[in-house]
């Protein structure tokens, strides 16, 4: 436990999510795990399935994307997290997303760029099929055996969707490492995981040119998958992260993006065992220029309520700003957990008292807006149990004072600019804030 705590913690001190042990102080997201729960058993069952987590700034979309990520790999599922910028990741070009899914396909023992480790595992898995059928190894064309079982398997797999480039290059992989040709093997294994920087000669012995296009790369996806299946994965989870940075691209690639994203949406049930999940602001869902532009998107995602009652079974999977239970809450499991050789000194120090008043001096230091709190609350809540781990001395409650830090998201400099601004303008010698906009 003590390399997870460890991670925990210094994520934590970085004001970033992390990547392990979220169970240990995941509060208040108990109902929203049960819904991605049943997701996922129906796509072990055998469906493809898409959801979206809709909610505010602070509100936990992302420690939720990452908890999902967390319990797929758990129930067997090869996962993929992939955080959407306005630079390089369009969602009209479907090659874009398919490199990306690649770039982060993770397993539990292989966390980043784990297809190679899954191909391997399947071309093994074959290997053994033929040795169970009366096929002798040692023989000089079991490789070329093994090499039509490929082709046989996946066509098989994917309903003959499989692209014959995605067929022959997995071909010319194995018998490239069979020649013990990696460096080429490793290059096309890249080709196929959508890199657009492999060399013409490597290509040519595949028999492909250029690279993965937007047409193809969903059927190069579904071939993926297949493999993953193939091997005795569950199935496969997606998670695209900050959807609504499609707000800040220009009109027409907006546009463009969620129309892709419309694609993506009808298409998933033709994907067995395949889950997307995507997270996105209130404003990305509602606004004209996010999903409610456009009509067919809005009319599949549509959010529903009657009056403060939703249901988590809808498209779009909202989650609650924290407010201050919750946030002490996890204060408290985060210092049952600390890793310190002086736990006494721990506990005796930053008691339930110490919690409740720096939830209120962080929260003030927001303009009193709690949702939005939690990335510093926390930040400064790990760095009190530092110091009181490392000085003897140190007595949090006569020492400690609040000043927001300088690594700000956007929208807390913009809150914590409008506080400065409400304290300029307490002698009314200036319009409200509120009322300049």
């Not at 690279?211 to 790369?217: L, N, P, Q």
């Not at 609504?244 to 994203?261: A, F, P, V, W």
């Amino acid at each position: 436990m003590s390399n997870t705590t460890d991670h925990i913690f210094q994520s934590l001190r970085n004001g970033a999510v992390p990547n392990v042990g979220l169970d240990h102080f995941a509060v208040g997201i108990e109902k929203h795990r049960g819904e991605i729960h049943r997701i996922l058993e129906l796509c072990q069952q055998g469906s493809g399935e898409i959801k979206f987590l809709r909610g505010g700034y602070g509100c936990g979309k992302t420690f939720m994307a990452r908890t999902a990520v967390l319990d797929a790999q758990s129930k067997g599922f090869v996962t993929s997290f992939v955080v959407v910028s306005d630079n390089d990741l369009h969602f009209h070009k479907f090659d874009d997303v398919y490199g990306k899914v690649m770039l982060n396909l993770s397993t539990p023992s292989c966390p980043r760029s784990a297809f190679g480790f899954i191909l391997d595992q399947w071309v093994a898995k074959i290997e053994d099929k033929l040795i169970d059928m009366g096929a002798d190894e040692d023989a000089p064309d079991f490789d070329e055996k093994v090499q039509q079982r490929l082709q046989q398997e996946l066509s098989a797999l994917t309903g003959g969707k499989a692209p014959q480039d995605f067929i022959r290059v997995i071909q010319t992989i194995f018998e490239l490492k069979q020649e013990g040709n990696f460096a080429d093997a490793g290059s096309l294994l890249s080709w196929l995981s959508g890199s657009k920087n492999i060399s013409a000669n490597v290509k040519r012995k595949a028999g492909v040119k250029g690279e993965i296009t937007s047409t193809d790369a969903l059927s190069y996806l579904r071939g993926v998958l297949e493999i993953v299946k193939a091997v005795g994965y569950s199935g496969l989870l997606i998670v695209i992260d900050e959807t609504e940075t499609i707000l800040r691209m220009r009109s027409d690639i907006r546009h463009k993006s969620l129309n892709g994203l419309r694609q993506i949406v009808d298409c998933a049930s033709d994907f067995p065992g395949l889950m997307w999940l995507f997270t996105g602001t209130k404003e990305f869902f509602d606004s004209k220029k996010g999903v409610a532009g456009l009509a067919p998107l809005d009319q599949r995602l549509r959010f529903q309520q009657q009056g403060k009652f939703t249901s988590l079974r809808q498209p779009q999977l909202e989650l609650k700003p924290f407010d201050e239970n919750r946030l002490k809450d996890v204060a408290a499991r985060l210092r049952s957990i600390y890793p310190s050789q002086v736990s006494f000194r721990i506990q005796a120090e930053v008691t339930d008292d110490f919690i409740t008043n720096l939830v209120d001096k962080v929260t003030e230091g927001f303009r009193g807006d709690v949702g939005i709190v939690p990335r510093q609350f926390l930040r400064e809540f790990v760095g009190v149990m530092d110091l009181v781990d490392e000085h003897d001395e140190y007595k949090p409650n006569q020492e400690y004072n609040f000043t927001p830090s300088q690594n700000l998201t956007v929208h807390e400099q913009a809150i914590l600019d409008q506080a400065k601004l409400q304290e300029e303008d307490s002698d009314d010698d200036l319009i409200p804030v509120e009322d300049s906009w």
